[in-house]
């Protein structure tokens, strides 16, 4: 689903599409979020719906299957709000972009930067520290790696999923 059709729904997006568009770097702006709003409550209806649904037959438990399709849309909701707070956020980056660098450089090679490794570059993250998600980082720390004086001189790297690595003497 593209987001020019996602801003645009008024029905229920299935899970996988939405997230797939909050994984898009184009998902961000007051728009998307008012979709991905819209999404919430959608599925918050759907769950009041279920309830109402019991309320009308007089009974005050569900049934299993009311149960289920209740807890679905709760859980739903729950994640959809989890994929809005990261447009949010993404949203919110992308206005901290300084005005230097937000536009195309002049008559320059595209080097390929772009929003947040600009932010990384340009904020105060200090000693280039910035987070990122995983799917970024190859092609991003390739791109560094190939201009690598260091790397260029032979040293080792070691890579690590943990927060400290300790090498034996």
Do not use: C
């Not at 709760?74 to 956020?89: C, F």
Request: proline share 4%; hydrophobic share 40%.
């Amino acid at each position: 689903m593209e987001i020019q059709d996602f801003v645009k729904a008024t029905t229920a997006v299935p899970m996988v599409d939405l997230t797939t568009l909050a994984a898009q770097r184009g998902a961000f702006g007051d728009d998307v979020l008012a979709a991905f709003t819209t999404q919430v409550q959608l599925r918050s209806a759907q769950a009041q719906t279920v309830l109402d649904t019991a309320s009308q037959a007089n009974r005050d438990t569900l049934l299993a299957s009311e149960q289920r399709a209740y807890d679905a849309n709760i859980r739903e909701r729950d994640a959809i709000l989890g994929l809005q707070r990261a447009v949010e956020q993404r949203s919110e980056q992308r206005s901290f972009v300084p005005a230097s660098q937000s536009g195309q450089p002049e008559k320059k090679p595209k080097t390929g930067l772009f929003g947040i490794e600009l932010r990384a570059l340009a904020g105060s993250t200090g000693a280039g520290v910035a987070i990122s998600p995983d799917q970024w980082g190859p092609g991003f720390f390739d791109k560094l790696a190939a201009t690598s004086v260091a790397l260029k001189s032979g040293i080792r790297v070691i890579r690590t999923e943990r927060d400290a690595l300790h090498v034996p003497r």
